[in-house]
């Protein structure tokens, strides 16, 4: 098992490449989840997550004839950029096997690291699979991902950064996937300072390292997708649980819209930006997942790479979720001017209409009868609420459209 030594080593031997990320105290979410609340920017990375420090670090422990041989990895995502980045300044040649179903944007920005892409498989099991075969048939070094002592040593050294930046935190907020980044983090936060709670968090659609804390050892649970892809692990790691087991306090678990709402707070609040498993620590503490309410608390951002037209459809889902984005259907008559009337309405409560759809045909409505899909932005519930008053007094029959 993972020591604290063996981090403090790790962190020694990764430091001169290793961006010091910052960690910073937000004024507006310590008063949006009562703590004062403290946020750990690793997004800000090189490749934009953490994964650079367990790579790193296991890079660094290779032997001359392993760094000769190579190494290879098996991802769709930060962890091949890691791996692909810091064995490329190194001067070890890498190659990594990515899904078939990995976005173009992925693969060549792990190409242009250096590495080489290999695509294979449907999904990442079947990309492990091959991976391992290429690595036994070229006598390679297999990186994994989270499941390997140097790279829990290496994410680890966060959490004795985090230490060493602010001492005084009473709790930190780690999103978990494999275990690998708690796992680390965890060991190196308990053996310097007991008393700090460690909470980990999940997504609600996979829950591995939950699942297995239950049983008592890994288990698969069946597959799903989540907006958080960096942590959508369906079997928790043999070397990161034990470490879980012993030094993490709590595990929650979030769902989709309140990941999506964690990652538009940050962007708009914060101006910075998260991917979905970046954001899970976040959207845990908004949705007071757990009590710590009064106290210090460090939140992990752990990475920021986001695919943009995701970016898009969660911001429109966080706004709809927030109440600043509504649809509605309204019935009204069809004949000269009866837009005009409801669109009247609409502007004197200050809503502002992007989008519509007129439909005469549809919906089931009689012949001298139309309806109309309105998309508004608004300033919350309390608006939409007001304007719905408005419409009713003003005669519409209408629904909210989901």
């Given at each position: 098992?993972?020591?604290?030594?063996?981090?403090?080593?790790?962190?020694?031997?990764?430091?001169?490449?290793?961006?010091?990320?910052?960690?910073?105290?937000?004024?507006?979410?310590?008063?949006?989840?009562?703590?004062?609340?403290?946020?750990?920017?690793?997004n800000l990375q090189m490749?934009?997550?953490?994964?650079?420090?367990?790579?790193?670090?296991?890079?660094?422990?290779?032997?001359?004839?392993?760094?000769?041989?190579?190494?290879?990895?098996?991802?769709?995502?930060?962890?091949?950029?890691?791996?692909?980045?810091?064995?490329?300044?190194?001067?070890?040649?890498?190659?990594?096997?990515?899904?078939?179903?990995?976005?173009?944007?992925?693969?060549?920005?792990?190409?242009?690291?250096?590495?080489?892409?290999?695509?294979?498989?449907?999904?990442?099991?079947?990309?492990?699979?091959?991976?391992?075969?290429?690595?036994?048939?070229?006598?390679?070094?297999?990186?994994?991902?989270?499941?390997?002592?140097?790279?829990?040593?290496g994410q680890g050294t966060?959490?004795?950064?985090?230490?060493?930046?602010?001492?005084?935190?009473?709790?930190?907020?780690?999103?978990?996937?494999?275990?690998?980044?708690?796992?680390?983090?965890?060991?190196?936060?308990?053996?310097?300072?007991?008393?700090?709670?460690?909470?980990?968090?999940?997504?609600?659609?996979?829950?591995?390292?939950?699942?297995?804390?239950?049983?008592?050892?890994?288990?698969?649970?069946?597959?799903?997708?989540?907006?958080?892809?960096?942590?959508?692990?369906?079997?928790?790691?043999?070397?990161?649980?034990?470490?879980?087991?012993?030094?993490?306090?709590?595990?929650?678990?979030?769902?989709?819209?309140?990941?999506?709402?964690?990652?538009?707070?940050?962007?708009?609040?914060?101006?910075?930006?998260?991917?979905?498993?970046?954001?899970?620590?976040?959207?845990?503490?908004?949705?007071?997942?757990?009590?710590?309410?009064?106290?210090?608390?460090?939140?992990?951002?752990?990475?920021?790479?986001?695919?943009?037209?995701?970016?898009?459809?969660?911001?429109?889902?966080?706004?709809?979720?927030?109440?600043?984005?509504?649809?509605?259907?309204?019935?009204?008559?069809?004949?000269?001017?009866?837009?005009?009337?409801?669109?009247?309405?609409?502007?004197?409560?200050?809503?502002?209409?992007?989008?519509?759809?007129?439909?005469?045909?549809?919906?089931?409505?009689?012949?001298?009868?139309?309806?109309?899909?309105?998309?508004?932005?608004?300033?919350?519930?309390?608006?939409?609420?007001?304007?719905?008053?408005?419409?009713?007094?003003?005669?519409?029959?209408?629904?909210?459209?989901?």
């Amino acid at each position: 098992m993972v020591t604290v030594q063996d981090v403090e080593r790790a962190q020694l031997r990764i430091r001169d490449s290793i961006y010091v990320s910052p960690c910073v105290r937000s004024q507006t979410l310590s008063q949006l989840t009562g703590t004062s609340l403290f946020l750990k920017l690793d997004n800000l990375q090189m490749t934009g997550a953490f994964k650079e420090r367990g790579a790193l670090n296991k890079l660094m422990l290779l032997s001359e004839t392993e760094r000769a041989r190579g190494v290879i990895a098996a991802s769709a995502g930060n962890h091949a950029q890691a791996v692909a980045y810091h064995a490329t300044r190194l001067g070890i040649h890498s190659t990594i096997v990515m899904p078939l179903t990995t976005p173009l944007v992925k693969v060549s920005q792990t190409k242009s690291h250096g590495a080489d892409v290999v695509l294979h498989g449907a999904n990442y099991d079947e990309a492990y699979e091959e991976a391992r075969r290429r690595c036994d048939e070229g006598e390679l070094t297999f990186v994994h991902a989270f499941d390997d002592d140097g790279v829990i040593a290496g994410q680890g050294t966060l959490g004795l950064e985090m230490m060493q930046q602010n001492p005084m935190f009473d709790a930190i907020v780690v999103p978990i996937g494999g275990g690998g980044l708690i796992g680390g983090v965890a060991c190196a936060v308990k053996e310097t300072n007991p008393r700090i709670r460690v909470v980990g968090v999940q997504t609600a659609r996979l829950p591995s390292m939950k699942r297995a804390v239950e049983a008592g050892k890994p288990v698969v649970i069946e597959a799903a997708t989540t907006i958080a892809d960096g942590i959508a692990v369906r079997r928790a790691g043999e070397r990161t649980l034990p470490l879980v087991q012993k030094y993490v306090d709590e595990i929650v678990t979030v769902d989709e819209e309140e990941i999506a709402s964690a990652i538009l707070l940050l962007l708009e609040r914060e101006k910075t930006i998260a991917e979905g498993a970046g954001a899970a620590a976040l959207a845990a503490m908004m949705h007071h997942k757990t009590d710590l309410a009064g106290r210090r608390v460090a939140v992990l951002v752990c990475g920021g790479n986001i695919d943009v037209t995701l970016l898009s459809r969660i911001i429109e889902r966080g706004l709809k979720k927030d109440g600043r984005l509504v649809r509605l259907r309204v019935h009204l008559p069809d004949h000269p001017g009866a837009l005009v009337r409801l669109a009247t309405v609409i502007a004197a409560h200050k809503a502002n209409i992007v989008q519509t759809s007129h439909d005469r045909a549809h919906f089931g409505v009689s012949l001298s009868d139309t309806v109309i899909d309105i998309q508004m932005e608004t300033r919350g519930p309390e608006h939409v609420a007001e304007m719905c008053g408005a419409l009713r007094e003003a005669g519409y029959e209408y629904e909210e459209v989901t």
